[in-house]
């Protein structure tokens, strides 16, 4: 394949017009065994129904679909693609059979809009196409040719089994998985990652899967080169995994990431030097007695930050306690482990600060605070907290026929009234609200103060990756969440937090005398009056109203400015793919041939409910709610095609 130039895009443009039956179609592709299922009546599984469903189709083309788009596509995008993961189960399990959001192969989502189209120069119009593709993953490749191989997440999590069914449910899927091979369980469908020349898609158990872009097919699997050794598969199938969240320092180019693993010593750490292929450090991290889940983490340009959120597997403790095999154990502190970028386990010790349990899932920004001699002495980190693994996420199965599903929140908790957030009163929070926070970790005296940034419930945080880790960086954009008893989880609009407005207020008060510090064990916070206050005066929200859900926005930042000053932190876009609810009757897709969900692209400077979208595209296609996010550049695209056609890999 040639590079996507204009002549490129030409080429292939003049393609399709010679064959026009592949314009605008998709189909269940050749290689995918498994039939869409066509359903009647709804799964009764929240992350099985409505626009959690998964789709079977795949785009015909290397260049996918055309999409009409209303407004103007910012000059920023051009060249380049936007792309998403998700979990899309191949196989639908049956509704007394464990499943959890977490669970299903991986599909990547991508809107590729063309430098330009024939008979246009660079200075026309913005084109958008659409194209998804399966992460074809060893684990997509198993559960294509003899079912789901994959020990569901929904049964790990499960609290409503009875031991000998969990283990006997769990048997069949290791026996499974020992029969066919599996020797990867990474599926691709949690995040995505640029390194070097080449897309990953990350799954935190498993090996990352290199795909192309950006025709989003599959390269295969990839290791990272260890002291200029090529490295392969272990026995066990997640002794080289990668979080889903690798952080990208664009200081250094280096990228740094962490991984836990089935065997001691559980968990290590690792730096991928700038040229995106050979590992300069991995180091294990002391301080793990088991397996422990952990998802996200933080690094500043001094130092990483390792969450040991006490989400562990340890089937017999857990069991014998709370009936599950991975739990998250509220009774413990939550741990913060801070290590140097370049850790060394015989040389530096891991700093392990303690705050009061909770749960999180993602970071933002994080940044050093140095004295005026220019050294570290306190580390930041923003992060969405919650008081537990969130119920919305955590359902599984339905014990017996017309039984109801398992999971979600209690009926006492249903009936609670909670409090607002910004008092330090968690306990009386909302258990299953993601509340972005702000956590100081102070090196020279220990202390550990956390501090609420927003009264409302939001995840998959965002920035402007090009501040990353500076102390100035001001904007965290979220996904509202809305809980809604019984349903997925999904976003209903974009927030927009001013982190340094809190904490101008927090200085204010601190010099005032009257800041609250409720349970006197560093909860730093402003008060829910105060933060309330702050909210309306700073923060901004854009609700995407009627019946549309989304997920994740993406922030792209602005091209360079021509009189080469610099940019501001907010000149950017936010991408969001958004799906009209209405579309969906009983929990079931009402036409399924004529479906639609578009691409929102907001000016990130205007985010509130009197700005709308600049651009809309309309992708005559349904795409599920999914996970994360990325924006492949236009050089990166010619990057990673360069480096295919070198390999010479058929994409
Ligand atoms: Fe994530």
Redesign the pocket.
Known sequence: MAIPSKEYYNENHKDKKSRPETRGKSSVPADVKVKPEKRTVAHRHPYLSGNFYPVFEETVGEDGIECEVVGVIPESLRGSQYIRTGPNSLRIPEETVAHHFFDGEGMLHGVYFPPSIEGEDETGPIRARYMNRYVRSDSFQKANKYGNVMLSVGLMMNGGRSLINILKQAAVSILRSVIFRVTNIGNGN??LAFIGERLLALH?AGVPIEMAVPSLATVGEFYFEKEGQKRGKKFLPNQEAST??PKYDPNTGETVFFSWRLLAPFAYYSVIAADGLRTIWEEPIPGFTRPTMM??FAITPTYSIILNLNYTLDPIKHYSKVKTLISFDETKPARFGIIPRHFNSKRDKVLWFETRSCHM??TANSWDEKDKDGNVVAVYMTASRSERFVSYINMWEAKGEGEPFGGGKTPEELRRQYVIPGDGDYANQDPDGTYLSLFRFDLKTMETRVTTLSTISSE?PMINWDWFMRPDLRYIYAAKMDIVPGTGMKSGGILKVDIRAVMEKQQQMLKDGGLKNLGGDGRWEIGSESLLQVEKESHRMHLFGGSYGGNEALFVPNLPRADGKALEEDEGHLLVYVYDESQIENGLVANPDRQVTELWIFDAKKIGQEHQPLAKVKIPRRVPYG??GLHVTRKQIELNLHHLNRRSVPV
């Open positions: 949690t995040g935190e889903a969240h998802h996200d899932f993602h998959f996970f994360h």
